[in-house]
């Protein structure tokens, strides 16, 4: 099937050599992180993970909301989401793939990278989270390939594909938990130091990853023939909402628990995030930004004669997305940074490096998204009419 | 057979890529290493012999130099009793280099010709040599 | 016999895929373990024992300038600790910082002057509950049994969740290459490398040779060492018969450097007794 991906329109080369060309810059920058160190990116004694951490948490959850077209369509016989589901599976193998490479170039010794294997450590949340995010990737990339290969023959998958299938669902959950325990089991970290934390990763997730997905879908319909379906689109539409809903919930849920109680160590971190600590407040527009964005799409996704509307619902899946990676993302992270363990604060920006290194780790992520989708929507025009049963 | 022009260059291209150390190499003579053992420390040993004997230390010394590493961090265990019984205090920077205090004419010699770089010095910090 | 080409490639990968399990598997478990036998491993002679070590901060003996100097070059100095004059790239294994940062939350407005700016002696608090030993990946920082917190910098690769986890701020990653910021190398003692966390050690080198740490060695007794769970150990006395603090003891992570305040003695009767 692989081939379908080596034949393709002018549009799409010019895409993939663009890509490409990103990618080539973003390593030639790596190549001198690896060289100089990470001293080259904007991380400090103090505030010790930023962006790169930052987009490998926000990826995780990307990749774990496949499993929220994967429960309606396989657990509940939701036979709307029968076309899209393919496309839900690659984006995971794609944001999964991003996920390792922020962890691997955020590493001080990348090549050291295999001791995790070597001197396995069941006591580190990180060894367990390389576990499952190497397992969700492997179960990813069999499904997806399964299927569509079932798809392209007009079979059903083979009968060992569902019990996978079914594996993934909880394996799905468990990748988005397990990185939320990253961080919220460290002593004297206050801002990550909640038990909501694994839910509310789960609800932005669930929120962000399928909002990108009808983003995405959009975009598929537009310049190809392949059609993933209006009411399949919607109902992602409904999904997106709740969960976006319970997202804000539960950051509201911190902030009381926080404002109220004022304990020290609880607010202050809200307080630099929104308002800006002993003067330091680099990160209080961003912040804001997302809060706003957050409102507006919630605005636009909770009536439904809005969501109805396709490009409004675009609109309302672009503010959210942009607003969960502002939160997720950046402020996340940094927020457990700042004030540090001395209650002194340091503040955090990305460099340029960092930053086109960044783009560049997207940029593989966006040309094996590509590829995948190439090769998925290939299949799907060629068997276009024919009805799918799994 | 389809592609023949395509299938007959790619295999040209591979062939020249893989030969590329020998052909690249044609004319280029390396001397065997000899590495040097006349530091100032070895020619007044008594017993001009290294914690284990030549042949093994030749073969086996970067697992013996992992063992002490693992043993002096690790375990704590800095004191190492060779097979003859002897004693020697496990530090690479202040036992292995105090014989060999000579690493450009021991050390580098036969690394530089396997093509190996060890990665020790990057921390340990390596003997001032004499410039001669 | 007959094979079909999609059978022929499903034996042909699953063979391959089988070989390269087993020459891995067989080549990690035939690295030699103890490959010579009569060979040995052990403790040095003169090396200091304990079950927990320990220190105590008496700053009542910490004075002038240099008395705070002394100490903290004698340890950045021998451990060959790069000065980067820059609080971004900073490493610092034994350093100085207020009252107020070292115990945040503790401080009141209306504290003795002496107790709000005189800067208090701040290292790795060997944490007999350690949160850094308990999230590394590789177990390259691990308590040893002397209770140290030590770690392994040939292992290490550099993924900071220690520094993220420590809520005392010991840890130190090595954003430059450390080399060019020593002014002095000490040539006994190894530098770091880029991409590594490091921090103070207890000396388990010089404690190898019968030593007292640097720092306790360079202080004129304000810096107590010792095993604390011997009742009979010099910092188990102090402890017994001074007031001592803990740097946010409440955590659960049982540091165990303590720290005796310099109270005036007019706030405490009976406090010059201490002395």
């Known amino acids: 099937m692989f081939e379908k991906a080596l034949v393709g329109s002018k549009r799409y080369w010019t895409w993939v050599i663009v890509l490409l060309a990103v ?56 036979k709307k989401f029968g076309k899209i589901v393919i496309l839900g599976e690659f984006l995971a193998v794609s944001a999964v793939t991003m996920c390792i490479l922020f962890i691997f170039v955020d590493m001080g010794q990348p090549m050291r990278i295999m001791n995790v294997i070597l001197h396995p450590t069941p006591n580190s949340i990180m060894f367990w989270d390389s576990v499952v995010l190497g397992g969700y990737l492997g179960l990813n990339i069999i499904i997806g390939w399964a299927t569509l290969h079932a798809d392209k023959k007009g079979t059903r998958p083979a009968a060992w594909v569902k019990p996978l299938i079914y594996l993934s669902i909880p394996w799905a959950i468990s990748i988005h938990t397990v990185t939320a325990f990253l961080y919220a089991g460290l002593p004297g970290r206050h801002f990550w130091l909640s038990a909501i934390m694994a839910a509310r990763f789960l609800a932005s997730a669930f929120a962000g990853g399928p909002a990108l997905l009808i983003i995405l879908a959009l975009i598929v319909r537009k310049f190809t023939k392949f059609d993933p379906g209006k009411e399949a689109i919607q109902a992602i539409g409904k999904i997106v909402t709740y969960a976006m809903i319970a997202n804000v919930f539960f950051l509201l849920l911190e902030i009381f628990t926080a404002a109220y109680s004022s304990i020290p160590g609880h607010t202050h971190p809200f307080k630099y995030l929104y308002f800006g600590l002993e003067g330091h407040a680099r990160l209080v527009p961003l912040m804001w930004a997302s809060s706003i964005l957050a409102i507006v799409s919630i605005v636009l996704l909770v009536f439904p004669s809005i969501r109805k509307n396709e490009s409004m619902l675009a609109l309302a899946c672009i503010a959210l997305f942009v607003s969960l990676w502002i939160d997720k993302g950046f402020g996340l992270i940094i927020g457990g940074f700042v004030p540090n363990m001395f209650e002194k604060v340091t503040e955090y920006w990305p460099t340029l490096p960092e930053t086109i290194i960044t783009i560049s780790v997207w940029a593989v992520g966006f040309l094996i998204l590509t590829i995948l989708y190439k090769v998925a929507v290939s299949v799907r025009e060629e068997t276009a009419g024919i009805e799918l049963e799994h | 057979m389809y592609d023949t022009g395509k299938i007959i260059f790619g295999i040209v291209i591979f062939v020249l890529f893989a030969t590329f150390p020998f052909y690249s190499n044609i004319g280029k003579v390396s001397a065997k290493p000899e590495p040097k053992l006349d530091t100032p420390v070895i020619q007044q040993l008594a017993e001009k012999k290294c914690v284990e004997s030549k042949e093994f230390m030749k073969v086996e010394h970067m697992q013996l130099l992992n063992e002490w590493r693992d043993s002096a961090i690790r375990e704590g265990r800095r004191v190492y009793i060779n097979s003859e019984g002897k004693e020697f205090k496990i530090s690479l920077q202040n036992t292995c280099m105090n014989c060999h205090s000579n690493k450009k004419e021991f050390c580098d010699k036969c690394h530089n010709y396997a093509a190996v770089k060890p990665y020790c010095w990057t921390c340990h910090i390596e003997p001032k040599e004499k410039q001669l | 016999m007959s094979m079909d080409r999609r059978e022929f490639l499903k034996i042909a990968g699953s063979s391959t895929f089988l070989a390269t399990i087993g020459i891995g598997a067989g080549w990690i478990l035939s690295r030699p373990g103890e490959f010579l036998e009569a060979s040995q491993f052990l403790q040095t002679k003169e090396l200091l024992k304990a079950k927990q070590w320990a220190m105590v901060v008496d700053m009542r003996k910490l004075k002038t300038e240099e008395d705070y100097k002394k100490v903290i070059d004698a340890c950045h100095r021998i451990h060959n600790v ?167 003891a409440e955590l659960g992570t049982r540091p165990v450097v303590y720290y005796i305040l310099d109270i005036p003695t007019s706030v405490v009767p009976g406090g010059e007794g201490n002395v």
């Open chain 1, 23 to 78: 990618i080539g810059i973003g390593f030639i920058t790596y190549l001198q992180q690896f060289k100089l160190g990470l001293g080259i990116t904007g991380l400090s004694r103090d505030v010790s993970w930023g962006l790169y951490i930052g987009q490998f948490t926000f990826l995780v959850g990307v990749a774990a909301s496949a499993v929220m077209l994967v429960i309606p369509y396989y657990l509940h016989d939701f």
């Open chain 3, 82 to 248: 790069p000065n980067f004059d820059n609080p971004k790239d900073e490493v610092k294994w034994i350093w100085l910082d207020t009252f107020e940062h070292a115990f945040p939350g503790q401080e009141s407005e209306f504290m003795p002057e002496q107790m709000k700016h005189k800067p208090f002696v701040l290292l790795c608090n060997h944490c007999e509950n350690p949160p850094c030993v308990r999230v590394c990946p590789t177990k390259a920082t691990f308590k040893r049994k002397d209770g140290i917190t030590m770690q392994d910098l040939h292992r290490c690769i550099g993924c900071r969740y220690c520094m993220a986890a420590c809520p005392f701020g010991a840890r130190s990653f090595n954003y430059r290459d450390p080399r060019p910021a020593i002014k002095e190398p000490n040539p006994e003692y190894p530098t770091r490398m880029i991409g590594v966390v490091e921090k103070c050690t207890f000396c388990e080198e010089r404690l190898a040779k019968g030593q007292m740490p640097a720092c306790v060695e360079a202080s004129n007794g304000a810096l107590v060492f010792g095993d604390i769970s011997d009742p009979n150990s010099e910092v188990r006395k102090i402890l017994n018969t001074n007031y001592t603090i803990r740097r946010k």
